[in-house]
């Protein structure tokens, strides 16, 4: 019958490479679709695609639902691949895409901005955390380890500080934080709050945590990526230098051997000693890979920019299928979690 035609159809893209996992999360072997939209996801984003609403994602169930002929044609014309290359186009580095491990609200924050905002489809879509400025309120935890209270937080870039005041008109903060020392990170499971937020930063040369929950979800997740966006561009103002030369330096051709997580690179494929590497650290840390190389730049052969925290690397191969074996090999590793060995 149509219906089962419909169903088979359906089936054979969740079959393809492109829609194996979640277009949002990356879970494997997603069920469910939006059917205007035309990627597969997760039933746990399929739920957030819910919440939405239906004037911007129509969920369905490959399984359960019935599907209209045009309906499926559509998935098959799109898919998560074709769909992804336009809404995540311009994802900042500092912003990264959720894992399946991922607290709930930053997959929240990430759907909603992809669809609804549409933050990742157009180069100025994220200005919005590069200001350099945020300030509001937190609950932060007290010393004793139960009891939080409000305070008011202050982010300011040109300063590179992040500081909070005890009463919201006090003159003196209470501490200042170094941006380029802070790493945040959403934290709901330590704090035992869905919004919570774990701040680690160096002072006095010991590492100092402050725990703290925003009372909306949307705020949480604000903080945690503007605090990232900030602490990115000061480290990366300080290599700018090394960015200058990148952008004059010609290509070189050079012989690559890839070893755990670094990736070195050889004059000629018998040299004893590298010319140098490129250290490959985990997505969640800022580092991508992507086919291309960023606009402006003439590929010679096909492109492939490694993005790392400090600096973008830019490297070209001889044939497209030389290209596809890199990036998938690169993009496993920055999935693969850091082990004691790669963080020493
Ligand atoms: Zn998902």
């Known amino acids: 019958s149509m219906g089962e035609r419909n169903k088979r159809l359906l089936f054979d893209q969740l079959q393809q490479e492109k829609n194996k996992i979640c ?5 494997e072997a997603p069920e469910w679709a939006s059917s205007n939209i035309g990627v597969f996801m997760c039933l746990n984003c399929s739920g957030i695609h819910r919440m939405l609403g239906t004037h911007i994602s129509r969920v369905k169930s490959c399984r359960l639902d019935q599907w209209a002929d045009d309906a499926v044609q559509f998935m098959c014309e799109n898919g998560n691949d074709a769909v992804n290359a336009v809404l995540e186009r311009h994802i900042p580095v500092y912003y990264r895409k959720p894992v399946p491990a991922d607290p709930q ?9 992809k669809y609804e905002r549409k933050e990742f ?4 879509g994220c ?3 590069e200001t350099g400025k945020k300030e509001g309120y937190l609950w932060k935890r007290g010393k004793d380890g139960k009891q939080f209270k409000q305070r008011k937080f202050v982010l300011n870039m040109d300063e590179g500080t992040l500081k909070y005041f005890i009463k919201p008109d006090a003159k003196e903060p209470k501490q200042v934080i170094s941006l380029t020392s802070l790493s945040t990170t959403l934290a709901p499971e330590k704090i035992n709050h869905a919004h919570g937020l774990q701040l680690a930063f160096m002072k006095d040369n010991l590492t100092r945590q402050i725990y703290l929950y925003a009372d909306e979800a949307k705020d949480a997740v604000d903080w945690y990526i503007v605090l990232r966006a900030s602490s990115f561009y000061l480290i990366r103002k300080s290599n700018s230098q090394l960015k200058d030369e990148e952008h004059t330096e010609p290509y070189r051709k050079r012989w690559f051997s890839l070893e755990n997580r670094r990736l070195l690179y050889f004059e000629k494929p018998l040299d ?6 490129i250290y490959l650290g985990s997505r969640s840390d800022g580092f991508m890979v992507r086919d291309g190389l960023p606009a402006g730049q003439t590929e010679h052969g096909f492109g492939i920019t490694i993005t790392t925290p400090d600096r973008d690397y830019l490297l070209c191969c001889d044939d497209k299928e030389e290209q596809k074996m890199w990036i998938q090999e690169l993009k496993w590793i920055m999935t693969q979690p850091l082990s004691d060995q790669d963080t020493a």
């Not at 609200?105 to 901005?113: D, R, T």
């Not at 004893?272 to 590497?277: C, D, L, Q, R, S």
């Open 121 to 124: 489809a157009s180069p100025g």
């Open 272 to 277: 004893a000693y590298p010319k140098g590497e």
């Open 105 to 113: 609200v930053y997959k929240e924050h990430f759907i909603h901005g």
């Open 127 to 129: 200005a919005h955390y």
């Open 23 to 27: 277009a949002d999360c990356s879970t």
